[in-house]
Each structure stands twice: as C-alpha cells, then as structure tokens.
C-alpha cells in the first residue's frame, strides 16, 4: 500500500480542538476554523502540502482581507457565509 493511500488509520489524529458544542448546534454561528486547520494538518501528513497551504492561504484571506468573521473573532458572519467565502476564494 502506497503511504497516504488508507488515511482512515490517521483520521482520529487530526481533529477539531473542541467537543461537540451542543449548545450552539443548528444555530449557524460556530466557526469551523479549527476543523479546516486540522484538516491542512491531515494534508500536510498525505504529503499534499500545496493543498494544506492552499487551505491556510484560504482561511487567512477570508479573515484578514475579506474580514468575514463569525461572531466568536469580533464579525457577524453566520457559519454558512464564513464556508460561502472561503469557497469562493477557493474558486477563485
């Protein structure tokens, strides 16, 4: 097997720094920076460290430059307009 190949022995390793979060669940407002960083850690682990920089890159320019925040970084951007915007960059 090829290394990278089966990352689901890897998958428990890389995850997100919080529980669950129940209290704000269905409400659109969690920001799920830290999920999307642990996933650029899972890239950098499968050798794909264009992808995880490309992801960084992403996330930086939706905060920094297009200054989408959700309201725990000081915004008002609901879960749903924070993905909008970093799929748009995405995109390109």
């Given at each position: 097997?090829?290394?990278?190949?089966?990352?689901g022995e890897h998958a428990a390793i890389f995850?997100?720094?919080?529980?669950?979060?129940?209290?704000?669940?269905g409400k659109g407002i969690a920001n799920p920076?830290?999920?999307?960083?642990?996933?650029?850690?899972?890239?950098?682990?499968?050798?794909?460290?264009?992808?995880?920089?490309?992801?960084?890159?992403?996330?930086?320019?939706v905060l920094n430059k297009d200054n989408v925040?959700?309201?725990?970084?000081?915004?008002?951007?609901?879960?749903?307009?924070?993905?909008?915007?970093?799929?748009?960059?995405?995109?390109?």
């Amino acid at each position: 097997m090829t290394p990278g190949a089966n990352i689901g022995e890897h998958a428990a390793i890389f995850e997100a720094v919080h529980g669950s979060a129940p209290d704000i669940a269905g409400k659109g407002i969690a920001n799920p920076t830290a999920l999307l960083l642990a996933s650029a850690m899972m890239l950098d682990h499968v050798k794909r460290t264009d992808l995880a920089e490309r992801l960084r890159q992403t996330i930086s320019d939706v905060l920094n430059k297009d200054n989408v925040r959700t309201g725990d970084l000081g915004g008002s951007a609901s879960t749903e307009q924070y993905a909008k915007a970093l799929v748009a960059r995405l995109r390109g």
